[in-house]
C-alpha cells in the first residue's frame, strides 16, 4: 500500500524558508500515472493546491505561490520535498503531501499532514 509521510520543522521564522519533506512508501515517485503534490489548509480555510512534481521530475506551481516555491526530489530516497521562501503568518497552516492520479488530477492517498506554524 502507498503511504506518504511528511517531515520538517513545524516552526519557522518570518522571512525564512519552509522546508518541507515527503517520504513515499509502496510506489515510486518515477512511476507513470502519478504526480506529486503539496497541499496546504491554513485555519478555517479550505484546501489550496501548492504544486507537483511529475514522474520525470518536472515540477509545476500555483500562479499564486510560484514566485516563492520550489519542488525537487531525490529519488534515490523516494522522497520529494517543497520549499516555501519568505514566509509570513499567512502560510500558517496544515501542510500535505499527496499522489495525483494523471487521468482524474484527484488525490488518492495522502499524508497525515505537518503543522507548520511561522513565528518568531
Known amino acids: 500500500q502507498v503511504q506518504l509521510q511528511e517531515s520538517g520543522p513545524g516552526l519557522v521564522k518570518p522571512s525564512q524558508t519552509l522546508s518541507l519533506t515527503c517520504t513515499v512508501s509502496?510506489?515510486?515517485?518515477?512511476?507513470?500515472?502519478?504526480?506529486w503534490s503539496w497541499i496546504r489548509q491554513p485555519p478555517g480555510k479550505g484546501v489550496e493546491w501548492i504544486g507537483y512534481?511529475?514522474?520525470?521530475?518536472?515540477?509545476y506551481y500555483s500562479p499564486s505561490l510560484k514566485s516563492r516555491t520550489s519542488i525537487s526530489r531525490d529519488t534515490s530516497k523516494n522522497q520529494f520535498t517543497l520549499q516555501l521562501s519568505s514566509v509570513t503568518p499567512e502560510d500558517i497552516a496544515i501542510y500535505y503531501c499527496?499522489?495525483?492520479?494523471?487521468?482524474?488530477?484527484?488525490?488518492?492517498?495522502w499524508g497525515q499532514g505537518t503543522q507548520v506554524t511561522v513565528s518568531e
Open positions: 509502496g510506489g515510486s515517485i518515477t512511476a507513470n500515472n502519478y504526480y
Open positions: 499527496a499522489r495525483m492520479n494523471t487521468d482524474y488530477h484527484y488525490p488518492d492517498y
Open positions: 512534481i511529475n514522474s520525470v521530475g518536472s515540477p
